[in-house]
């Protein structure tokens, strides 16, 4: 406005024709804050009165059209000096009165500002005298000063010199604007946040794992995602914004995922959901078999969230995680755990009369199977033997497997005990039949403990308990049985826990002792060596044999130090005997799997001062089951300081020709089972006679055990055996009287002799 007042101001006086009259019309129609009333009056008195009066009233309406002006103005001479200004150019640059009179020269009003510090420096170019505008100059310029202020000036040149300048304090318009572009900027990152965050939304809301859709509160759809979409089956561009809960369901009934209801019914139910503006959490399960978990949330307003979830596969995963947890994961059959809730309830029916049995099974010679084929053949052989089991029993009883090669059978509804031993029986036979795994026909046995409810145990831990006494005692018998709980099979395991005691306050009481059998060499009857045997002359039961306590020691672990006092004690003594007198000592499969034995045997030679080369090591064949490779290693170990090592009870277990292939033995030595019979038993005269020609064939010694008659020592003597032992010759005797017969330099034994009473 103030721009156009300039401009309108100098182009009347370009025209001549600029004098009061003309100003104050100028003034007057350029701002609304002008008096209109005076003006009015103004008008009257120049048609009416006389030039003075009109000059005097114009002169009035002038100066209070310049006093209400919101613009300040000044008007310059040709000579910069001041014409007029009103008051608002004296408050806009705070000029004192005595500055803003006619005459004042342009320079004085700069200097003034100067002194005020109003300019942070140098003024600018307008306001340097040498620089004024001239009379085709227009300038029109927005200057800031030091203390915040900013005004906008108009300036106009005049044809006959001089300058009008309009002045207009636009701080807070400039402030008002900045603020607006300050807020216009903030709305348009504000807007691009707002873009950026709608695509990351939409993005997210697209490749969410759930289906996801919001409704508004009178069930109008607001948006879904692409996921619910797919979940449903649902043809694309199907849905959009605004359709009903009704008609949502209808689609996805119609493409054919949907739960086991009425559309009505189901919409029924989800209208409830909402309506009740309750977080819920519901499983449905759809008629294609999928599983979806729908999370309702409601809205303030009314509406409300849900996501859809297919938990199929998460179903499905604890469903198995379920089964896993009762069920042995090889086998399939129930576990311990199922065995034992199965048992509880079959146990609340025996208050009714009922009788229930459980049959504890140990399957025979599984570890060798293990061992010699394979944990692979072993896992197989357990699966056919599962399926044996659940063919040989009824449908309301329970095959379980509860661990290793351990089986226990829940039979219910029983008349009488007879009823358990036809099952026995029924699975001892199926059991036994030949299996055919992997081009390996493989044979084995189990053993059966029987416990019957209610009369052997009232609770499922009992009953397990007292049929795995049973079973025990089926071992004892020569396994491939069965037996039943009897109380004093309880009586013989307390006397076993006691006997277990008093082995390992056997070590430290020094009760042990070692008797020696002679092993004689054919056909000259010379004792080449000495097998030493332990006893334990017990306090209260007196003399102890072996068979006794040895398993016990294998099965508590105390066979370790037992076994490593054997072997010092009777190499100690056995440095007093003939060079050409050997001491033969049994090793536990136990002992070979404790790393320290190469140690421990020769820490025995070199305290004993025993030769290495009269000492030899009995093993079993079951040595060579477990770890076949570190074990032949320790052979060579002890072989190489020249210690020799024997088999023995060759031919009993699952003998392997591979093992006579891989390591060159210095003895054989075939089972007393074979030598019994071998007089008798054309089978047992073969297995010997084969086993003394691979024997003398690589140049290995062969010994006979449990020789006892002079027939069998013929019989051994022609099938090629060149060592016996047995009670023929001599039994085990003590320290004291072998020494009496190793006296007997070249002492011989000889057809008739028996014992230690006759020799040649």
């Not at 004792?527 to 508590?556: K, N, Y």
């Amino acid at each position: 406005m103030h721009k156009l007042l300039a401009r309108q101001i100098a182009d009347a006086a370009q025209g001549g024709a600029l004098d009061i009259t003309r100003l104050t019309e100028l003034v007057s129609n350029s701002y609304d804050e002008f008096d209109q009333e005076s003006v009015r009056r103004a008008r009257e008195i120049v048609a009416s009165g006389t030039a003075t009066e009109k000059l005097a009233e114009q002169n009035r309406i002038l100066d209070a059209a310049l006093a209400h002006m919101v613009q300040g103005v000044a008007i310059f001479d040709a000579e910069q000096r001041l014409v007029m200004s009103n008051k608002r150019y004296a408050e806009i640059y705070g000029f004192p009165p005595h500055l803003l009179v006619p005459g004042t020269n342009w320079p004085e009003l700069v200097a003034f500002l100067l002194t005020q510090n109003r300019y942070a420096g140098e003024p600018p170019e307008e306001f340097h005298p040498d620089s004024l505008p001239n009379a085709f100059r227009v300038s029109d310029t927005v200057h800031r000063f030091s203390d915040g202020q900013i005004v906008a000036i108009a300036r106009r040149a005049m044809p006959y010199g001089g300058w009008v300048t309009t002045h207009e304090d636009v701080t807070d318009r400039e402030q008002l604007h900045a603020q607006l572009r300050e807020q216009h900027e903030l709305v348009k990152a504000q807007e691009a946040e707002l873009r950026l965050r709608n695509v990351q939304f939409d993005i997210a809301l697209n490749n969410m794992t759930e289906g996801f859709c919001f409704f508004d509160k009178y069930e109008r759809l607001i948006i879904c995602n692409n996921r619910f979409v797919e979940m449903y089956n649902i043809p694309a561009g199907s849905i959009r914004p605004g359709m009903t809960l009704r008609e949502i369901v209808d689609l996805r009934y119609a493409a054919g995922v949907c739960p086991a209801l009425t559309s009505e019914d189901y919409y029924i139910a989800r209208h409830r959901v909402g309506a009740a503006q309750l977080p819920s959490d519901t499983e449905v399960e759809m008629s294609n078999g999928k599983v979806f978990e729908i999370h309702h949330r409601p809205m303030p307003d009314g509406g409300w969230v849900a996501t859809h979830e297919d938990i199929t596969q998460r179903r499905r995963v604890e469903a198995k995680i379920a089964h896993l947890a009762h069920h042995d994961a090889l086998t399939n059959l129930p576990n311990r755990v199922r065995l034992m809730d199965r048992l509880e309830g079959a146990l609340q029916r025996t208050s009714d009369g009922e009788m229930i049995a459980v049959h504890l099974l140990d399957l025979d010679h599984f570890k060798n199977v293990n061992d010699t084929l394979g944990h692979p053949i072993g896992d197989e052989l357990l699966k056919i033997v599962a399926n044996r089991l659940k063919h040989a029993v009824r449908d309301i009883d329970t095959v379980s497997r509860t661990g290793g090669d351990e089986f226990v059978i829940i039979q219910t509804a029983l008349t009488d005990c007879s009823d358990a031993a036809l099952l026995a029986e029924r699975v001892i036979s199926a059991i036994s039949a030949p299996y055919e795994i992997a081009g390996h026909q493989i044979i084995i046995g189990t053993s059966v403990g029987i416990a019957v409810a209610p009369a052997d145990g009232e609770t499922g831990d009992e009953l397990i308990q007292n049929a795995d006494l049973a079973l025990y005692r089926s071992k004892g018998d020569g396994r491939n049985t069965y037996s039943f709980f009897a109380r004093e099979l309880r009586t013989a395991l307390q006397l076993r826990s006691v006997l277990e005691a008093d082995l390992r306050h056997a070590l430290v009481a020094r009760e042990f002792e070692l008797h020696y059998q002679p092993i004689v060499q054919m056909p000259s009857g010379k004792i080449t060596s000495c097998e030493a045997l332990v006893r334990w002359r017990h306090p209260q039961r007196g003399m102890l044999a072996p068979d006794s306590f040895i398993p016990l020691a294998e099965e508590s672990g105390l066979i370790l130090p037992l076994g490593e006092w054997v072997v010092r004690e009777a190499c100690k003594f056995a440095a007093s005997w003939p060079d050409s007198v050997k001491l033969s000592v049994n090793l536990s499969p136990n002992q070979f799997r404790n790393s320290d034995l190469c140690e421990m045997v020769v820490a025995a030679l070199a305290a004993s001062g025993l030769s290495p080369e009269q000492l030899q090591l009995e093993i079993t064949e079951t040595v060579l089951l477990t770890n076949n490779e570190a074990t032949l290693a320790t052979f060579n170990r002890l072989q190489s300081i020249g210690v020799c090592i024997a088999i023995d009870d060759f031919g009993a277990g699952y003998s392997s020709l591979s093992y006579l292939q891989k390591f060159r033995f210095d003895n054989i030595k075939i089972d007393r089972s074979f030598v019994k019979d071998v007089t008798h038993s054309a089978a047992s005269r073969s297995i010997v006679r084969a086993i003394a020609a691979i024997a003398n064939g690589l140049g290995i010694v062969c010994t006979a055990e449990g020789v006892e008659t002079d027939e069998q020592w013929c019989t051994l003597v022609e099938e090629g055996c060149s060592e016996m032992q047995g009670y023929l010759f001599s039994p085990a005797v003590s320290a004291a009287q072998i020494l009496k017969l190793l006296r007997y330099d070249g002492a011989q034994w000889t057809r008739g002799a028996r014992g230690t009473d006759r020799r040649a």
